[in-house]
Every structure is written in structure tokens, then in C-alpha cells.
């Protein structure tokens, strides 16, 4: 035997007797920059991992195991096979998002585990450090005497170190739109077996900061937090009609990522990409179709039309009207919803939420001609997507979509899926993926949290699931901005929110009342403005009507503000106060500011423009704005990357900048 073979023996040798070792060592894994340590051990009862930041403890001894049906628990006596390392540094570039192109760099570890004893099954941890979180997922390989399973309970324990101050929402039903006011408490004061929302942030002393949330939900039930016994456990939607079924699936199969998204500066969970990281690439080849952009949404301001010479209904001459304001003014698409309540289409129940046994989206209602409407917007330049109940279109998706695009439609609002179970969950990729076969764009409202599916999907140009402006319509207070400054610290971490944005009546708070037609804001107009910027969504609303805008301060900043970015930093940002987010979009650099309901000051870097110098058009809250909050100042001046600007925000106030390289 040469050295060489006695060298290959001895390693296999090693390796051999590295298996029992592996169940009395932990595992580590590190961010790229070392700053996340990951560590696993497996104990007799159940593997249990820790996570540190910067050497501190956010997530103490944690364990994991899963229960399916029967009594039947994944998770005691198991033997653990040698894990495999492996390191990605690559990039890729984004179709629709935050950022254009996207640095995916992490350490990954596979952790393969085996039950010693009756069935033997194999699952296979798989854990990812990024430089601003980790994830880990479950797998299910393909194995003899296993081919399906049912489960029942999925036990992903999150032992929160300390007490951290948490921003959540609380539900008592799987069954939600996800739209409501965020709670502020300390973990300890969180009550026990209460669902918690994702993404829900915890704030530990010293700023850091750590938001919990799950990536790449396919096939799967949407995840909750609840604390029991002192510990948070993962909470799986069950199966509609009964309570113990969360999953079923033939292998193999795998869980979403159980994200955890960690830094000492809270603005770069903002900038971050690791949801459509932990995402797959699209497989769909041509999405040279897809337009992302700003669209009209007449619902929202009560079907507000002019004095005209024709009745306001569901018809050509009221879309009209919407289509030619959105060609006058850089809108690119308009909303075809129906009026008074009623849709577009054939329906034979009452109101947009309910649908009758002889709905049929594919035959308007007789007054309005789809054809004609479509036709008249693509000659001036405008794009029509639709409004639809879900329940309307999923009973016929290849028949309805194959109508729509012989139409000319874009895209649809598929509305009130108020749920997140696995079936849910697959219907609403099935629409996904029978639209990009029809070229149409989706936006989901009454929905869940995005999960970064937008990289596999592209055409998934926004989701709801967040309370917004249509509470105006009907609540007894107004959306705060109290409330619109907890969304780029939660909701927002998950990706595209749709708001209802462009509310152009802003009132004091002691003027507030509720309108259904033509609501009033709580916030300012620069408020409004900036919440374009802040908020991330592929297609934002302009929902108030032609003439709410036409003329007003501050519009021309609407007309030309985009929906996609090609790269977005956080200059600034102070949990539950104030953000500043700054978006470019070729050279051009869009920075929006939103503040809480106190007035303050607050200095923005620009450092992170390029060299060069930059016209300034700024818009910030005029000195009256107290009185009358939709007046505003813009100022024009030239800045360079060396340049700090103070901003005077008034309560409840914001500011917008639009910087130009000058050439």
C-alpha cells in the first residue's frame, strides 16, 4: 500500500468514527462576516441550536422537532450524519424589486438526521448564515418506507434571550386579512398561546435588532409566533374545517425557511434581500411583457367623477375619464373595479365580497364594454388591470385568464383570500403561475405577508396584508402616522405593501372625520408623498380622483416617482420615530422621510450618492403645514455626497428629495 492510499484510509477511517462524535460536539456556523454564530448540538430529546450576534445571545438553547399524525414525533433518538459545508458568493439581478441586483453571500450547513430506532427516517436541517440573518429549513428526501407524510405540529422553538421590547400583531383566528394596529410590549408582558404575525421585530438593549419571518412559502402552511410555557414555538395555519392537519405532501418535500434577519442598525433589515435570496430563480424565460408602475384605484376615493354630460356607473364613459387622466399624468395603468359596490362582472350575489353560483368574469356587466375600454387605453398609452374575488376567478383560471389577455388586460387585484393554509397557499401560486402564462400581473389583497416569492414570480407585483388608507373610508380615527412609521419596522421587512396610497386631503386631527367618498388623512402632504419612497410596492396607488391632483402642490413629484429601484440604503431610522429611505432608479436617487406624530429634526447623510453634484428638488412641509398639512415648500439647490441636510419634520409630517446628476 502506497502512502497515498494509507492517507485516503485513514481520512475514510476518520470519518467513520466522526458520526457518533458529531452527537456530543456542537455545529458552527458563521456569518461571512463572522458577526452570526449558528451553534447546534444533539441532545436525546431533541436537536436544540443557539444564535449569537457580535457575541451576544439573541436566541438561547432552542429546539426542534416536528409531529405527525399518530402520535408519531420526528425529533428523540436521533443520530446525526456528518454535515456538509459549503460557501455561495454569487450575484443575480431582480426582475421586479428593492434592488436590481442582488450580493448573495452565505455559509451553508447540511445536518442530516436519522431516527435510531423503528422507521428510521431521514430530514435534513439545512441552515443559512447571511451577513444579516440566518434561516434554516427542513427537508424531506426521497427514502424507502416513507413517501408522504401528514403533519401535525411543527416544533420550531425561538428562546428569545432576555426581554426585548416586540412590535407584532396579535390574531385569535388563522382566518385574517392581516390588517391591524401593531402592538408594543416587552416578551414577557406577550400573553401565552396568542397567534403573533410575522414579521414580528425584537428589539434588544444597545440596538440590536432581530425580526422573525419565513421565506419561500410553497406547499406549506403560513407560519405564526405563540409563546407557551415562556418559549416562542412556530404555528402552523391548519387545514380549513378541523384544527389538527397543517401539511400534507409526498416526498421529497421541504419546509420554508425560518428566517431570522439580525443587525445592530435597524435600517439594514430594511435593505435587506433575504427573502428572494432564499428564493428559487424564475423558470419562466421571457418577462419582457411585465410593466411594473403606478395605477389608478377609483374605489378608494367613493367612484368620484365630475359634473358631465353622461350617468357615472359601470361603463365606458366613467373608465374613460380615469384612462385620460392616467395618460395626462404618467399613470400606468387604470383599475377597471365596477361601481356603487358592484362589479364589473356578471354576479349574481350582493356587493364586491360575496359571490353567487352563476358569477362569471368573463361576461362585463351589460354597460360595460371590456373590449372597447381595453382598446381606448392602449391607445393612449394606458394599461388595464381588473379587480377580481378570488372565488370569481379560481373555479375557471384558464378560461377567465385566456379572456382577459384575448382583452388586453394586464393584470388583476385578486381580493379577499383572508387566509394561509396550505391550500391557500398553492391556490394562490396556482394564479401566479397561470397568469405569467397569460401574461398578466398579480396583486393580492385580503393576504399574507410576501415571502420573497416575487424572485420566482415576478408578476407578483404587490400584497395588502397590512391595515392602510381604506380604514379612512369607514373607521372612527384615521390612520396615524403613528401607524404608517410601524410599517417600514415590520411589515415592511417581508417585502411589497400595498396601501392605498395618494390620499390628497390632509386635515388636523381635530377635523378628522370619517368620509367614504373622498376620505381625509391624517398625515401631511409631504407625509403622503414620502410614502412612496418608504414603502416598497411594484404597483402603487394614485387613488384619489383626477381632481384631487390636477393642479395640486407636490403632484408632479407622483408623476414621476418609480415603483421598481435599483438600489435602496437607510440613511437614517429610529424604531417607531422617523425612517429615511433613499431608492435610486438609474442615476437618479428618490429619498423619502417619514415621521411620527412629534415634530423634530433630524440630519440626513447623503453620502451615499456617487461623486458628482446632484440637482435637489426638495419638498418639505410648509411653516403654516400645522393649519393646513397640504401645503408645502419645494426648494432647488445643488448637493454633492459631502453634503448633510436637516430636515424639519413636522408632526406627522415628511419630506421627498428627487436628486439629478448633473451632466
Known sequence: MNILQKFSLCCVLFIAGLEPLLAQKNILLKSPDGNIVFSFKLTQEAPVYQVKYKGKTLIADSKLSLSFKGNNRFGTNLKMSRPIFNKVDETFDLIIGKTKTVNNQYWQVSIPLTESIEAKRKINLIVRAFNDGLAFRYEFPEQENWSSYTLTDENSTFNIAGNPMVRTLLWDNYNTSHEGFYQKLSLKEIKEDVLMDMPALFEFPEKTYMAITEANLRDYAGMYLMKHNGVLKSQLSPLQGQKEIKVNAILPHRSPWRVMMISDRVGALIESNILTSLNEPSKINDFSWLKPG????????????????????????????YIDFCARNNIEYHSVIGYGGFAWYVSDAIGYGHVGPNTDVTKPVPNLNMQRICDYAKQKGVGIHVWVHWKAIYPQLERSFAQFEKWGIKGMMVDFLDRDDQEMVNIQEEILKKAAEHKLFIQFHGAYKPTGLNRTYPNEFTREGALNYEFNKWSK???????????PFTRLLAGATDYHLGG??????TQFKTQYTRPLMAGTRCHMLAMYVVLESYLAMVADYPAAYEGQPGFEFLQKVPTVWDQTVVPDA?????????????????????????????KVALDFLPPGNYTAEIYTDAPDVKENPNRLTKQVKTVTKTDVITLELAAGGGQVMHLIPKR
Open 294 to 321: 403606478k395605477t389608478s384605484f377609483h374605489w378608494w376615493n367613493g367612484d368620484i367623477t365630475p359634473d358631465t354630460t353622461f350617468a357615472p356607473g359601470a361603463n365606458f364613459e366613467t373608465n374613460k375619464y
Open 477 to 487: 380615527g384615521a390612520v396615524s402616522p403613528d401607524h404608517d412609521i410601524d410599517m
Open 504 to 509: 390628497f386631503r390632509a386635515v388636523p386631527a
Open 574 to 602: 429610529e424604531v417607531g420615530e422617523h425612517v429615511t429611505i433613499a431608492r435610486r432608479k438609474g442615476t437618479d436617487w428618490y429619498v423619502g422621510s417619514i415621521n411620527n406624530s412629534k415634530a423634530r429634526l433630524i
